[in-house]
């Protein structure tokens, strides 16, 4: 990525930070996003990276200098920032590179009202910006006038806000008598998880909730919950909840330290809402790198999966335009539409711990009866750029491959929409087969694709 050539990934803009992503990118792509935008008032918060303060006062001052009144929340996770835009009717924006390590950071935009960019949105961003730091092509300035000059100030009350409207989602029930174990990932989670588990009642215990800018995501959080599931277990813990920087996904830990991932809590859930009428139409969206184990338990159960490409954006337009009210991704991401604008962790986690109460059944239990998942192997290749069309270019690979796969195996090879990466995924009646047939196609891609050292 160069500051002439951004492009808008599955969820914002991403890099290297002060390198890649710079304070000078950061300032003119928040001048683009107020002149696109068009919102008077925005909303600003980040994780906890070392770079996020830097990137954020050249974000909010290049908003501000478009006329935008910039209230700063601080560490707040992404769907609380999404959550007050909504509240307020204002735009938004976090700086956050999610589960990415603390090198990198990200910027991601919500439009008035906390919704996600329309591809539309982000290309006419794109645009603008290209105007403002291509150097190959013609500057043009935005319109600036003396008196047109916005505002930054702190916002004191965010967290509390949010806090609030979590606790507020379970109504009158309460968590009391659960022992749950937070792994916060030392990010964006920390101000607000334990609060949350403890308003309502639970026996919390707290992990990784303070960060030093280099940890987050270090070894712990939803993308590595191995120290999460020892504590579970070793503090005989109900459960365990991991997040990732900007929380807004979630990996559970059962009692006896088994991993739920979201395909899994998914079942859980639409099976759950279904049964109390709260699924509407039946339906439940997911993205196509969910497991063939959930299409079919859901087909068993009367639920109809939609599916859609990979990106909580993605769910989230399919959500909207049918009306549905329960979606998601195998990584974590969960949207109760009803409820948020975005994933929530946190939020799922606390429905998590909800139905695990109401249900007087272990997490483990629920798991197994939710799903059986199909082996699965996923493998990633690093590229030089992302190959927008791999799946057309390996056509006759992936076609040979489902052959010998047959009708209870699956391929999707894609590139990654955060990462210079292609993402071979199979599936397959047994392990053995789908780590071979990934390893071949992944072979194939390294040979055609791979990086190349420079010379």
């Not at 993605?314 to 990584?331: F, I, P, R, T």
């Amino acid at each position: 990525m160069t500051e002439g050539h951004l492009r808008f990934g599955t969820d914002g803009v991403r890099g290297p930070a002060n390198t890649e992503l710079t304070p000078e990118l950061a300032l003119a792509l928040g001048r683009a996003a107020a002149a696109v935008l068009d919102c008077p008032r925005w909303v600003v918060g980040r994780d906890t990276r070392l770079s996020g303060p830097m990137l954020e006062a050249a974000l909010a001052a290049g908003l501000a200098s478009q006329g935008a009144q910039v209230e700063m929340v601080g560490i707040l996770p992404t769907p609380g920032v999404a959550q007050l835009a909504d509240r307020d009717d204002a735009a938004a924006a976090v700086i956050s590179a999610s589960h990415n390590p603390w090198t990198d950071n990200g910027i991601k935009f919500f439009s008035r009202g906390g919704r996600k960019l329309t591809d539309d949105t982000e290309a006419r961003i794109e645009a603008v910006l290209g105007g403002l730091t291509d150097p190959r092509t013609p500057k043009r300035t935005l319109p600036r006038t003396e008196g047109n000059v916005g505002s930054i100030e702190p916002r004191s009350d965010a967290v509390d806000r949010y806090v609030d409207h979590l606790v507020s989602t379970l109504g009158e029930r309460d968590l009391a008598g659960l022992h749950v174990v937070l792994d916060c990932a030392h990010g964006a989670a920390g101000p607000v998880a334990g609060r949350v588990f403890e308003h309502l009642g639970a026996r919390t215990e707290v992990m990784n909730a303070e960060s030093d800018g280099r940890d987050i995501n270090a070894g712990c959080g939803s993308t590595d919950p191995s120290g999460l599931a020892r504590a579970v277990v070793a503090g005989r813990a109900d459960l365990g909840l991991a997040f990732d920087g900007d929380a807004d996904r979630l990996i559970a830990v059962a009692h006896d330290g088994s991993l739920v991932d979201g395909d899994h809590l998914m079942a859980m859930f639409a099976r759950d809402m279904d049964l109390r009428g709260e699924l509407v139409d039946h339906t439940l969206v997911v993205t196509v790198m969910s497991n063939l184990g959930l299409r079919l338990a859901c087909e068993e159960a009367g639920i109809r999966v939609l599916t859609t490409p990979v990106g909580d954006r993605h769910v989230l337009d399919a959500l909207d335009s049918g009306g549905y009210v329960l979606g998601g991704e195998q990584s974590g991401h969960i949207i109760f539409a009803d409820r948020a604008r975005t994933g929530d962790g946190i939020l799922a986690g606390l429905l998590v711990a909800d139905l695990v109460k109401r249900s007087r059944v272990t997490l483990a239990e629920l798991a197994r009866r939710s799903m059986t998942a199909s082996p699965q192997v996923l493998v990633n290749v690093e590229v030089d750029h992302r190959h927008p069309r791999i799946a057309e270019e390996l056509a006759e690979e992936i076609t040979a491959a489902e052959g010998r796969l047959g009708p209870r195996g699956r391929v999707l090879v894609r590139p990654s929409g955060t990462e210079p990466l292609i993402r071979v995924m199979v599936e397959a009646p047994t392990s053995q087969l789908a780590g071979e047939v990934a390893d071949g196609l992944a072979g194939t891609v390294e040979r055609r694709f791979g990086r190349r050292p420079p010379d």
